[in-house]
């Protein structure tokens, strides 16, 4: 029997159920349900959807559809039954790899994707869980890129969150599939002088100078 506890999503009444040996629900995953923009009637795909964390924070705004994937066939289990638990009705949920997903397409995409490249030769302690949603080994960024600029309208709207390492190379590969960036968030942590996350809207089709937000700072 896997271990499963329960959390409420930050500063909300709803609350999720969390399996302790898949990825949980982190800062980053609050930061950027915050900071998605859904409005009534939207639909939203949540790629890597996981426990369906994000999936909850998009119902907040009456969204027409929910829809979710990820490869994990658990991981889907357990996002249906957050969605069940909550009422969410209109929502879909897959087991797929988002390059083998076809659908209309949806207003809204949101990403909390893998950090770090996938290292075919470096060896971890990780479960299969946790490896696949830490490293690139299934979907790099420039698939994620490709794919979201495949299955989102023209001027809909991606966000993603991310190391801000990786900067150029988000730029290089949503500017490539046309996905224009309109604004960017600095992430700090009170305790580190540089940023430690990067909160990205991009519009389909877009072509506009950026915006900088001004930064957030986690408090510990």
Not at 20 to 43: H, I, P, Q, Y
Not at 83 to 99: A, F, H, K, R, W
Not at 175 to 189: C, F, H, M, S, W
């Amino acid at each position: 029997m896997k271990e499963i506890m329960v959390n409420y999503l930050p500063n909300t009444s709803i609350y999720l159920k969390q399996r302790r040996d898949m990825f949980r629900m982190n800062t980053d995953t609050a930061l950027l349900g915050n900071f998605m923009k859904v409005s009534e009637g939207e639909s939203v795909l949540d790629i890597g959807t996981n426990n369906g964390a994000l999936l909850l924070y998009a119902a907040q705004h009456s969204p027409s559809l929910v829809c979710g994937i990820d490869i994990h066939a658990e991981a889907i289990e357990l996002a249906q039954e957050n969605l069940t638990d909550n009422q969410i009705t209109q929502s879909e949920l897959y087991t797929c790899p988002l390059q083998e997903f076809h659908h209309t397409p949806f207003d809204v995409i949101v990403c909390n994707p893998p950090y770090f490249r996938y290292n075919k030769g470096h060896q971890t302690n990780e479960n299969e869980f946790l490896k696949h949603a830490r490293h690139e080994e299934f979907l790099t960024l420039s698939e994620l890129c490709e794919n979201t600029a495949r299955l989102l309208k023209d001027n809909g709207r991606f966000y993603l969150v991310h190391r801000p390492q990786r900067i150029s190379d988000i730029l290089c590969e949503l500017a490539k599939n046309q996905l224009g960036v309109r604004e960017i968030t600095p992430v700090y942590d009170e305790d580190k002088d540089l940023a430690v996350t990067i909160l990205v809207e991009a519009i389909k089709g877009l072509q506009a100078e950026v915006r900088f937000n001004p930064p957030i700072t986690i408090k510990r």
